[in-house]
């Protein structure tokens, strides 16, 4: 059964949108390398609930994305789209981390999938 393990907020500033959520719920945010992604942490990590992202607005992002942890990404794809959902960003590395997907749900939400795979790796890159 899968499980909520991450959000995304789409923002348009990054500055305005981290001091937003810092002052106001207490969340710690910082920069995932280079990209365009602030991870988000929240709370007690003993605690129940998800951490999460901020990122920039996009046609993938273009309202709240809630993320799945899945055991077989494929496999989750394939009963998505077989089930009516429309691929949105296929598979693709999260290099050291995991595999990431989106498909539309049949009532239109995007819908994140996620695998943790620490060998994950960009084709050709070697091992992560």
């Keep these: 059964m899968a499980k909520i393990v991450h959000f995304e907020l789409p923002i348009d500033d990054p500055v305005r949108a981290t001091a937003f959520y810092r002052d106001v719920l ?8 280079e990209a365009p992604y602030w991870l988000v942490t ?18 993938t992002q273009a309202a709240p994305v809630l993320i799945a942890g899945v055991d077989d990404i494929d496999a989750a794809l394939d009963r ?6 429309a691929l949105v960003q296929a598979k693709l590395p999260v290099p050291g981390v995991g595999w990431s997907a989106y498909v539309r749900d049949p009532e239109g939400n995007t819908l994140g999938l996620f695998q943790d795979d620490p060998a994950a790796a960009y084709p050709d890159a070697g091992p992560a």
Excluded: K, R, S, T
């Design 42 to 59: 929240g709370g007690d990590p003993q605690a129940p609930g998800a951490n999460g992202a901020l990122v920039l607005h996009n046609e």
């Design 80 to 85: 998505a789209v077989a089930l009516g959902a």
């Design 26 to 33: 207490g969340w710690e945010v910082a920069q995932f390398g």
